[in-house]
């Protein structure tokens, strides 16, 4: 191998773009925070992750693909099931703006989004960054997935609003 040649791999890993995870409510479209978050990582050079399907995850996806030249993609990693007929997608996934959809086998999701059939783990596990939005039941079972996977490297706390100060 010349050494012209080793630089090669150096250089492509170089232009490859991080992906930041956007996790929020399936059915709340949050669409200031989501709209103004999805603008906003359009401008940026990132690939944009989110479960697919609608509410934040599609208000975001929304805000993200009208960014004019951006450069990322929108991937979302999809819940579904297989049975004697095949794939089944769940109903609702993708939402329209889905550019590369990851299809899984994996059909759990809420309450029991950190069980080994949910796809919170592809969510929480693929992305440099996370961005959560606010959520329900799903989004707990994200956050905890995203704790367990954070804690080594640093501290992850979660402030509820009941133990928010209200002097602020």
Known sequence: MHQADATQPQQALSSVLPIVGVMGSGSKPLNH??????KWLGTQPVHLLTGGGGG????V?????SVEDRQGNIIGI??????ESGYQPMHGYPNP??????????????AQGTDLASRNHINV???SVIVVLPGGASMASRWSLICHREMKSRACRRQ?????????
């Not at 934040?56 to 208000?59: D, G, L, P, R």
């Open 56 to 59: 934040a995850m599609e208000s």
């Open 97 to 110: 703006w889905i550019e590369i959809p990851i299809r899984t086998h994996l059909p759990l999701s809420g």
């Open 33 to 38: 925070r989501a709209t103004t978050l999805g």
């Open 125 to 127: 596990l693929t992305p």
């Open 78 to 83: 999809l819940p579904g099931g297989v049975n």
């Open 61 to 65: 996806c929304a805000a993200f693909a």
């Open 160 to 168: 509820s609003t009941s133990s928010r100060s209200s002097t602020g």
